[in-house]
């Protein structure tokens, strides 16, 4: 049985462990309340307009505004990766890596194997992560999330669109955690472009309901890049919600594990400081029939 000066600082430390893991988890609450908002209230329009942007698409393939739907033989390819800054997050930058990884084996290998495979990361912890890697970096920021708007979204999603127009790039796919409460987070792998019309009864009946004003050339020119950048922005406000989700989960879980930590070793310390009274007593016993003897 350990010793009690061992258990006693043992119980300290779980201790101090237990009031961080719960003042992190209070932070990331206090945090995930912003981030929740913002999601909710974006993802509505984000859907809605990528909704019409997959309509225009059908009716753009062969039109010069049509370069985001161009369908072509996938050579070159472009993985966004969406992680967070920070650890102490459960698997929440594991999986996006996995994920990641998995794309890079099979779906995408022979691009990959021949060097035209490509990766963009947001997040310190996916970044770090490929730079050990020999893949080619199109693009790392990890300051993003220290000040997430649409203004700092665009020109990155710009500069991605600019280079798949250009044919730098035939497909991008962006890998992030969707949020969807505070305890679950869904890893997702999403086609970013090209732009992919959706084929069902209820896109087909609903392409004979927009009416283009002032012409079809204008809206698309406006609405099309807008959607994009809008969608680079969903995904990120998504892994900036479900990263806060994933923390608190995680130190909750922590704070929890600590305090049942800390039964165990109290109990265990009386335990010792009990057998360490009964082992006085019996010397102290010992020692008086000795005398009398």
């Not at 495979?117 to 947001?122: A, E, L, R």
Request: hydrophobic share 40%.
């Amino acid at each position: 049985m350990a010793n009690l000066k061992e258990v006693r600082y043992r119980i300290t430390s779980v201790n101090s462990t237990q009031q961080i893991t719960s003042a992190m988890k209070m932070v990331s609450a206090s945090k995930l309340r912003r981030a929740q908002d913002a999601i909710i209230k974006l993802r509505p329009y984000a859907n809605k307009l990528k909704e019409i942007l997959q309509n225009l698409s059908s009716n753009l393939d062969n039109s010069s505004e049509g370069a985001y739907s161009k369908q072509r033989k996938v050579q070159k390819v472009l993985l966004i990766a969406i992680s967070s800054n920070r650890g102490l997050c459960g698997a929440f930058n594991s999986n996006v890596i996995k994920a990641t990884n998995v794309l890079i084996n099979t779906t995408f290998a022979e691009q990959f194997k021949s060097n035209n495979g490509s990766i963009m990361t947001f997040g310190k912890k996916v970044s770090e992560f490929y730079a050990k890697r020999p893949y080619p970096i199109f693009e790392s920021n990890n300051q993003i999330f220290d000040h997430l708007t649409f203004n700092n979204v665009a020109p990155l999603a710009e500069k991605v669109m600019k280079a798949f127009a250009t044919g730098n790039f035939d497909k991008v796919v962006i890998i992030y955690n969707q949020f969807k409460n505070a305890a679950v987070q869904i890893l997702s792998t999403e086609d970013y472009l090209p732009i992919v019309p959706q084929e069902n009864e209820v896109v087909k009946k609903s392409k004979m309901d927009y009416i283009f004003e002032p012409n079809k050339e204008e809206i698309v020119s406006e609405l099309i890049p807008k959607s994009l950048k809008i969608q680079l922005y969903k995904a990120l406000l998504d892994s900036h919600a479900a990263e806060h989700g994933a923390r608190m989960t995680a130190m909750h879980k922590a704070t929890d594990n600590a305090q049942e930590l800390l039964k165990e070793l109290r109990l265990t310390y009386n335990k010792a400081r009990q057998a360490a009274i009964t082992n006085e007593i019996l010397e102290i016993v010992g020692g008086a029939e000795a005398l009398k003897g």
